[in-house]
């Protein structure tokens, strides 16, 4: 596969100086009104890299990185820079250097980067980052694991002020449990957002016709089998470690949690594909993310139904009279 090469000129240039240097604000503006519950938007940041990216070309998206991370390390700080280029700016220049990858067939057609393939990059960028974060803070007592029950611990102690005492035990004896899932919680829901971005941003390019790659048909995602493998070899590792190394559980438990995210988008997909079959599929689909929003533990078998679309082709059996909802 290969990247095109796309060049708008000045335009794409332009674009993304001012896309990192936008990023980059709303970064800031997320840090800097963290206590106010802004924190989040700091997530959400890479939309206008993605938008360079997908848009204006692989070099316009890795422009508004750069320009983004030197901005905030001269305007703000190293450490804010550090964070921005970790979360926003190198995943979504990496995103769209995949995603505008692409191959022409004996036919003549292109054919894009697989979107199951740039789920499970999503994916995997978390678990290299915490693996990354285990190795660096071996020094540390307790590794990172014993770092992030100091962080959360630090945090329990600034909220038991405003709780009863009872509230205040009880959240101190779930710290451990907490702060061993930590990693994976932050992880997946950076993953989400990430993807929530790089839809929007190529949805809004495609309504204005300034998209590059042709549209992402996340409904017929499929992910390698490979990454099924991956994730059940970390979760035996994680539920049967030795209690001698629980370092070693940690690592194996998270990292399995992490890596079943695109499975649970390819279950998403069965259920669209699924609703499409049905008389009134937009009621369907309604009545699902209201139940899984109800009860977040479907997630998990909604993930084990993508597992078990690789083995059986659920969707195969399925798509024969369905139509795209």
């Avoid at 997320?30 to 206008?48: C, K, M, T």
């Avoid at 991370?69 to 820079?81: F, K, N, P, T």
């Avoid at 590059?212 to 970390?234: E, K, N, Q």
């Avoid at 990292?255 to 009621?283: D, N, Q, S």
């Amino acid at each position: 596969m290969t990247n095109p090469v796309t060049s708008r000129g000045a335009m794409g240039i332009g674009a993304g100086l001012l896309t990192g240097w936008m990023s980059a604000a709303v970064f800031a503006f997320a840090v800097a009104h963290a206590d106010s519950g802004f924190l989040l938007i700091a997530y959400i940041a890479a939309i206008p890299l993605l938008m360079a990216g997908l848009g204006a070309g692989v070099i316009s998206g890795a422009l508004g990185a750069l320009a983004g991370s030197i901005g905030l390390a001269i305007a703000v700080s190293l450490s804010v820079a550090f964070t921005f280029t970790v979360i926003d700016a190198l995943p979504a220049a990496l995103f769209c250097a995949l995603a505008l990858r692409y191959k022409t067939g004996s036919d003549g057609r292109v054919y894009w980067y697989p979107e199951g393939l740039l789920l499970t990059a999503l994916a995997l960028y978390p678990c290299v980052v915490f693996l990354i974060g285990v190795v660096l803070t071996l020094g540390h007592e307790g590794g990172l694991l014993g770092l992030t029950i100091a962080t959360v611990q630090s945090g329990i102690d600034q909220l038991s002020s405003q709780m009863d005492a009872n509230t205040a035990v009880q959240f101190k004896a779930v710290v451990p449990t907490m702060a061993k899932l930590m990693p994976a919680l932050v992880g997946s829901c950076w993953s989400l957002l990430m993807l929530a971005c790089a839809i929007f941003a190529q949805g809004t390019l495609q309504k204005e016709k300034w998209n590059i790659r042709g549209p992402i048909a996340w409904r017929d995602v499929s992910v390698p089998t490979w990454l099924v493998s991956v994730a059940a070899v970390a979760g035996l590792v994680g539920a049967f470690a030795p209690q001698a190394y629980p370092q070693i559980s940690y690592i194996g438990t998270n990292v399995c949690i992490m890596l079943c995210m695109p499975l649970f988008f390819v279950g998403l997909a069965i259920t669209h594909v699924y609703a499409a079959t049905c008389k009134h599929p937009k009621w369907v689909l309604v009545a699902f993310y209201m139940l899984i929003s109800i009860l977040p533990w479907l997630v998990i078998l909604v993930a084990l139904l993508g597992t078990l679309d690789l083995a059986f082709g659920i969707r195969k059996r399925l798509t024969g009279t369905s139509e795209q909802v």
